[in-house]
């Protein structure tokens, strides 16, 4: 069972709205920091944002401050990234992640702090 999935992908157009989903399993989310991950074809991992597991903390990568918002709803179980003015380049595959300890979201988000990466949704912006 994959502990966290991604949804919420779509094909939007420049300027357009989208929420992702990160629903978890197996663990006790309300214990973890999950942090939301991007990746352009031909680019690397991108961290995108990171909320702490009470949810009175988060932060976010210079590229999306003031378009993304992060949020979580422990007893759904589920993380949420609301993505606005969406440009052609957000275009990527978002992953979640969960922390790989009990502690806060990193000061700047690399992947090698996460564990339990979900599949990716797809995210598409173009006219």
């Known amino acids: 069972q994959v502990p966290l999935v991604e949804s919420g992908g779509d094909l939007v157009q420049p300027g357009g709205s989208l929420r992702l989903s990160c629903t978890t399993s197996?663990?006790?989310?309300?214990?973890?920091?999950i942090g939301w991950f991007r990746q352009a074809p031909g680019k690397a991992r991108e961290g995108v944002s990171c909320?702490?597991?009470?949810?009175?903390?988060?932060n976010y990568g210079d590229s999306v401050k003031d378009r993304f918002a992060i949020s979580r709803d422990n007893a759904q179980n589920t993380v949420y990234l609301q993505i606005n003015s969406l440009k052609p380049e957000d275009t990527a595959v978002y992953y979640c992640?969960?922390?790989?300890?009990?502690?806060?979201?990193?000061?700047?988000?690399?992947?090698?702090?996460?564990?339990?990466w979900g599949q990716g949704t797809q995210v598409t912006v173009s006219s």
């Open positions: 992640a969960r922390r790989r300890a009990t502690v806060g979201c990193p000061g700047n988000l690399r992947s090698s702090d996460f564990a339990s």
């Open positions: 197996g663990f006790a989310l309300e214990y973890y920091a």
């Open positions: 909320i702490s597991s009470s949810g009175d903390s988060t």
